[in-house]
């Protein structure tokens, strides 16, 4: 008889589950059988409501014979703070799947540790987790004038604005509160943010080290021990317990908050899982594909002591960089539903709602990049809601030279008068129209070429 994988069972455990919810009275053994969208024994789903019963998940009344199988109810949970509006994504159906388990209460999911198969079993250009439709949307996005130039020869014209987007935006991710203005002003100036913790800016400058290390040297960068080591060891510089735990992997168990995953925990284990990972990163040919491919198993891994989810952003930049394609930034990318993406994968071994936001989130930074394509998409809805007020407040601060400390609390009081849904991409949108203006656009604010000038002059000082 073959064996049945953990994953199977707790495959067959949310099946079930979810059948229940479409029996608000309940349902009996042969409704339950009946209603399943997959084939199963009655004695094996005597067991598997069993299990259900003893974790709380359903309970039963009536006799045996006519005894009812009910699903426990549970609280609404409480939509994430640090992100985004996660229906500013389109989510397909697996991923609206995979949302809707993942946003249950930890004491509703099951318990699981690594799975190897999940990585064991993928083929390189044989099995794939992007479509060939996927593909050829993320080519044509990712497309610029340097295709056919060295290696890494499109990231390096556009560094000083790239460190800017992935530094801050790959450490929002992780709940940093530096805003997009006070990011530059720490990368272009070395000024530290007031009020914001050494943590915060040590963060924001490790990202900036990491990125020009990809740049800069990019005949040596890839998918090797190398490379991601010393990713690891730059974006963790001065952020771990253990200095000596940079660039190291792991050599203990570690729990992953709020989720029900349990990394390896065996040091071998981790050691040969870690080879595989980059083996078969190497041998994908497709780019995209093997970004996406680092940025499912790396973080499932969890290599290192902590800082993996970053090391994983900025890896999936490797292949991009490599071919001179657009970079992916996160841009505006919501941390809940990244979190739940990636949850998605430790739990389920489920790629769709990741991938997911990684396709909308490459569009996105893509378009950040894109001053060679104009063509790309429309007119941002946000923008021309808000379009008085952004220019309104974007005049008052270059017309009147207010310095970047000043002008940040600014628009953030600006911000405050907003509804709250609004606040954060307003000061992201205030901020990159700030950074953006140059000697060819700053009529568009009506700005006399004397106070751009002396605006131009005060930021470069402060």
């Known amino acids: 008889m073959a064996k049945v994988s953990y994953t199977q069972i707790l495959q067959e455990l949310q099946q079930i589950r979810k059948t229940l919810e479409k029996f608000g009275d309940g349902a009996s053994l042969e409704m339950i059988k009946n209603a399943l969208d997959i084939g199963i024994e009655l004695r094996t789903l005597h067991r598997r409501l069993d299990k259900l019963i003893d974790d709380g998940i359903i309970a039963t009344s009536g006799k045996t014979k006519a005894r009812l199988y009910h699903l426990v109810s549970t609280p609404p949970v409480e939509k994430q703070k640090g992100g985004g509006d996660n229906s500013t994504i389109p989510l397909s159906e697996g991923g609206k799947e995979i949302q809707e388990i ?4 930890t004491n509703t999911r099951y318990p699981v540790g690594y799975q190897r198969d999940f990585l064991l079993s993928y083929r390189p250009n044989i099995d794939s987790y992007l479509s060939e439709d ?3 949307k ?33 450490s929002r ?20 943010a007031d009020e914001k913790s050494a943590a915060e800016g040590q963060m924001i400058l490790n990202h900036k080290d990491a990125i020009e290390f990809i ?10 021990r190398y490379t991601i080591k010393n990713l ?21 168990g570690v729990g992953i908050g709020n989720s029900v995953f349990t990394p390896l925990a065996i040091p071998q284990g981790i050691e040969e899982m870690f080879e595989i990972i980059l083996e078969k990163a190497r041998e994908i040919n497709d780019p995209f594909e093997k970004s996406f491919f680092v940025m499912v198993h ?41 979190i739940m993406g990636t949850l998605g994968v430790y739990e389920l071994n489920r790629i769709e709602l990741l991938k997911d936001v990684y396709m909308w989130a490459y569009e996105r930074s893509a378009l950040r990049y894109a001053s ?62 700030l950074l953006s203006l140059h000697e060819g656009n700053f009529a568009t604010y009506y700005v006399r070429p004397a106070e751009f000038k002396n605006w131009e002059a005060v930021w470069k000082r402060s």
């Open 102 to 105: 993942i946003s249950k209460p």
């Open 298 to 338: 790396l973080p499932y891994l969890q290599p290192f002591d902590d800082v993996n989810k970053r090391v994983s952003r900025l890896a999936a930049n490797l292949s991009l960089n490599r071919y001179n394609l657009a970079p992916l930034a996160f841009v505006d990318v919501p941390n809940d539903i990244y």
């Open 134 to 136: 996927d593909k050829r």
């Open 215 to 224: 740049v800069q040297t990019t005949e040596d960068i890839g998918y090797n």
């Open 232 to 252: 690891h060891a730059l974006l963790s510089n001065n952020l771990l317990p253990d200095p000596g735990a940079r660039g190291r992997l792991r050599t203990f």
């Open 372 to 433: 060679l394509r104009q063509s790309l998409g429309e007119p941002d809805p946000f923008r021309i809601r808000y379009r008085n007020d952004i220019r309104s407040l974007i005049t008052e601060i270059v017309a009147n030279a207010i310095p970047p400390g000043e002008a940040g609390k600014l628009i953030a009081r600006r911000a405050a008068a907003l509804p709250q849904v609004d606040q954060e991409r307003f000061i992201e949108t205030v901020d990159t129209e």
């Open 173 to 192: 991710l992780e709940g940093n509160t530096y805003s997009l203005l006070d990011t530059q002003q720490l990368i272009s100036l070395g000024k530290f």
């Open 138 to 170: 993320l080519a044509t996005l990712g497309k610029t004038a340097r295709l056919h130039q060295p290696a890494g020869t499109y990231a390096k014209e556009i560094l000083q604005r790239l460190l800017i987007d992935l530094s801050w935006n790959s």
